[in-house]
């Protein structure tokens, strides 16, 4: 299936980009979550109207992605959550949560889509995530979840 993406989607592209897919993973995944539309011909209008927005949002240059790297791997980020008695949280840390501790903690605005986490945060500690920040760009943030 022919599908236009309005949102970056790793392993896959960037919003404005159409591509082929498997017809269950866009039915199933993609279009419910608005992460792409279906490609018609009327679609194709609306490219260049996301590509626009995308622009605004993306960092332009590698130099303006390694200034917000430099800064991002300087900040302390502080979490504090819920836990039970042992250390487990109630639920687990979201990339939402993450970008707004980022913000709390004095850093640059991080949009959550950026943040990769290799897999889900669910104990108290020190724990590391990767902010894609430039295709060619990656910072590593450390944060650190405490007890609230």
Known sequence: MKIILTHEVSGLGAAGDVVDVKDGYARNYLIPRNFAIRWTKGGEKDIEQIRRARKIHEIATIEQANEIKARLEGVKV???VRSGDAGRLFGSVT????ASAIKASGGP???KRRIELGSPIKTLGAHETSVRLHPEVAAKVNIEVVAA
Do not use: K, W
Request: net charge negative; glycine share 0%; aromatic share 0%.
């Open 95 to 98: 990339p939402a949560d993450i």
């Open 109 to 111: 605005e991080v949009d």
């Open 78 to 80: 502080r979490l504090a």
